[in-house]
């Protein structure tokens, strides 16, 4: 009975761990990759456009390059602000790179791409090396996030050390170097410079079956060389656009390079900027009849934010301008501006505010908000402490809180967008809420707080603890009725000892107490006669 009864609450109490298991299960749709133990997609960085065959895919760059006052470099770095990308089978990348007076190619920089299982592989140093004639040389890359997190700036140099080898550097950090020399590939063989070419300041999408790719932009500056002697910026850039290695060319290049006004070897690459035409001077750059304007940017709140850049187009003429900064930017002279995107998170928030050259300041209201949270039982809508809320803007970074004595919390500026906002509450269910925002909303999250668990968990146990103690008395009652019968047997006395009155057993001659001798002991009463039946002889005398 016991071991029925064990069992019986051994069977309830799976039900309930099974229960609260089906809870967690259906309240963590949302998995975050750590990252950890992710392998690249070894997928080629193209080399700046060449007379290789054309392959099935397209390579796309975009960037900045120099003259012929850059020949002859031995060495090239450029700074680089990370970005996220929303990447599909290709990958993204942002570089500096030269081909090679023996023909040969280098670069170095960081890319997005894709896991070899899928995932995002996101803002990892790599470096790539092309010998003439060709080789199958996949580049290095870096672990994930070792070029992160977004909005970081990097430095990013190639140098050649001596013997036609080159190496690699992240922030002044060696990262790797070159193959040596030898028979098969001879990249080193007289490579000790870019011989009649430039270096360049590139964004690519790579190995791209179509031309639909969002790229950053991502913000390139400060791109200087060395030749034969010390570092110095690179005198003069140019756009350089379209193809790749071994790009397809039947689609057209959708992405555009400028300038940051009025900043030499500043500039932007990537989706949603205005496409040059071809070897257009982006620096030096010179501002005509200028004119000084601040640029306040506030949220639907009044509180201040900070565009990562902005376009402004001259109503007069259709000129675009690009800014990344906004106090005192000098800007052409003109009667009106448009500002047709400001970029925040990700998120074009500012489209068609109208701004004027006469005024000093300006202040812009963008599509920025914030969004109160409540987080509540799903019960009884009690609020919920010390919980906490974390979610992913559209640009990959993340915004964490927990909730104060009242379940309350705000998310601060956000854009417009779709968020998966991750409850985690203290001794109950993690749970994830989705949502998709314009504007300024209210928002109550349901969860299974402890009270909502204990409604869950403690019906079931109070039932399996009733019928323990209902199976407990049903034992004790079938126990209470059974015939009971001694566990010893019960001896009888023979005789009682005639001095002290102990009994006697059978084999007791003296009295093991005082020493009387059984004989002078009296007998034990004999047991009641049977009558004596009237045919049976009468008993002797």
Same mark, same amino acid.
């Given at each position: ?61 975009? &960037?900045?390059?120099?003259? %012929? ?97 080159? %190496? ?47 790229? &950053? ?148 209201? &963008? ?15 009690? @609020? *919920? ?37 991750? *409850? ?16 300024? *909303? ?91 039946? %009237?045919?049976? @002889?009468?008993?002797?005398?």
């Amino acid at each position: 009975m016991r071991t029925r009864t064990f069992r019986i609450a051994l069977v309830i109490l799976t039900v309930i761990l099974s229960l609260q298991s089906f809870i967690v299960l259906s309240h963590n749709s949302l998995t975050v990759n750590s990252g950890s133990g992710l392998i690249p997609q070894p997928i080629r960085q193209g080399p700046l456009q060449t007379t290789y065959a054309l392959g099935g895919y397209y390579w796309f760059q975009i &960037g900045a390059i120099g003259d %012929s006052s850059s020949y002859n470099v031995d060495g090239a770095n450029i700074t680089v602000r990370t970005v996220y990308d929303q990447v599909r089978n290709d990958a993204h990348s942002y570089w500096v790179g030269t081909l090679l007076s023996t023909g040969g190619f280098v670069q170095v920089g960081y890319l997005n791409g894709l896991s070899t299982t899928g995932q995002t592989y996101c803002c990892a140093w790599f470096f790539e090396t092309f010998y003439t004639p060709n080789c199958d040389c996949p580049p290095v890359i870096g672990p994930e996030g070792s070029a992160g997190p977004i909005g970081s700036w990097h430095t990013y140099s190639m140098v050649h050390t001596g013997n036609g080898v080159w %190496s690699f550097y992240m922030d002044g950090n060696l990262i790797g170097k070159s193959p040596l020399p030898s028979a098969k590939n001879y990249l080193g063989a007289g490579a000790t410079s870019s011989g009649n070419q430039a270096p360049a300041g590139i964004a690519e999408v790579a190995q791209a079956t179509d031309n639909k790719d969002i790229i &950053g932009p991502a913000e390139f500056r400060d791109l200087e060389i060395r030749q034969a002697g010390p570092w110095h910026p690179m005198t003069k850039g140019v756009s350089h656009c379209c193809y790749g290695y071994s790009s397809q060319t039947g689609l057209p290049n959708p992405y555009g390079v400028w300038e940051v006004e009025g900043h030499d070897s500043d500039f932007l690459a990537g989706s949603n900027i205005r496409q040059p035409a071809s070897s257009t001077t982006l620096w030096p750059t010179s501002v005509l009849n200028p004119t000084q304007l601040t640029f306040n940017f506030i949220d639907h709140s009044g509180n201040p934010f900070t565009p990562d850049w902005i376009s402004l187009q001259d109503q007069s003429n259709g000129n675009v301008l690009y800014y990344t900064s906004y106090q005192s930017q000098n800007i052409t002279r003109s009667n009106t501006y448009k500002i047709n995107y400001a970029y925040w998170h990700g998120v074009n928030v500012v489209n068609g505010s109208l701004v004027s050259s006469s005024a000093s300041s300006q202040t812009i209201q &963008g599509n920025v908000f914030s969004i109160p949270v409540r987080v509540v039982g799903r019960f009884y809508s009690l @609020p *919920v402490t010390g919980a906490t809320v974390l979610t992913y803007l559209p640009d990959s970074t993340n915004e964490t809180l927990k909730t104060d004595s009242e379940g309350n919390a705000t998310l601060a500026q956000l854009p417009p967008g779709n968020y998966n906002l991750r *409850v985690t509450v203290p001794y109950g269910v993690q749970s994830v809420f989705k949502t998709s925002v314009v504007g300024p *909303v209210n928002l109550s999250i349901p969860v299974f707080s402890i009270a909502e668990l204990l409604t869950v968990i403690m019906p079931p146990i109070a039932v399996a603890i009733a019928v323990v103690v209902m199976a407990l008395r049903r034992e004790q009652a079938r126990r209470a009725a059974l015939p009971i019968t001694p566990s010893f047997p019960v001896t009888i006395p023979t005789a009682y000892c005639g001095a002290c009155g102990k009994p006697l057993g059978p084999a007791e001659f003296f009295c093991a107490t005082c020493g009387t001798p059984r004989s002078r002991s009296p007998q034990p009463p004999l047991p009641p006669q049977l009558p004596v039946s %009237s045919s049976a @002889p009468p008993p002797p005398p």
